[in-house]
């Protein structure tokens, strides 16, 4: 929380509602990313579809990096896991994904939005997991 900035935190999460609205209205499917990068690597996907993928996974990518060759805006990350662990943790939330019928956008974002139930108990799912991991990984093991 010290660098909590509530102003950037308030426009990001209205044009990512916009987003996943516009996306909804205008093209009938919830903005899930597990659902739409799992439509790439599916049999059924028709070239219009894939493409559509394509373009929402390379926004995705493309958008942060615009936005910081165009204004002074710089984001840095510092990570501090070793590979392992971010490779099980990796599998373990794609895992997850699988096993709850979607992921964080799709059910925290879109299915709360409309007022899914089943959304809602993945949701907490979800933030129930978080938190148990961090308690156990950061305070109770001493930190991967």
């Known amino acids: 929380m ?13 044009l990512i509602g916009l987003a996943s ?44 990096l615009v936005l910081m060759t165009t204004t002074s805006i710089s ?13 099980i943790g990796g599998l373990l939330v794609g895992f997850g994904t699988t096993l709850g019928s979607g992921c964080t956008s799709g059910h925290g974002i879109c299915g709360l939005s409309r007022l899914s139930m089943r959304s809602l108990v993945a949701t907490l799912s979800f933030m129930a997991a978080g938190f148990i991991t961090v308690l156990f990984t950061r305070h109770l093991i001493g930190g991967l």
């Open 75 to 87: 984001v840095s990350s510092v990570v501090t896991s070793p590979m392992p662990v971010i490779v």
């Open 2 to 14: 010290e660098n909590f900035t509530p102003v950037s935190a308030l426009i990001g999460g209205g």
């Open 21 to 64: 609205g516009m996306y909804l209205l205008l093209n009938g499917r919830i903005a899930g990313i597990s659902g739409i990068i799992g439509g790439l690597f599916g049999r059924n996907g028709t070239g219009s579809a894939i493409f559509e993928r394509l373009a929402f996974i390379i926004g995705l990518i493309a958008g942060p």
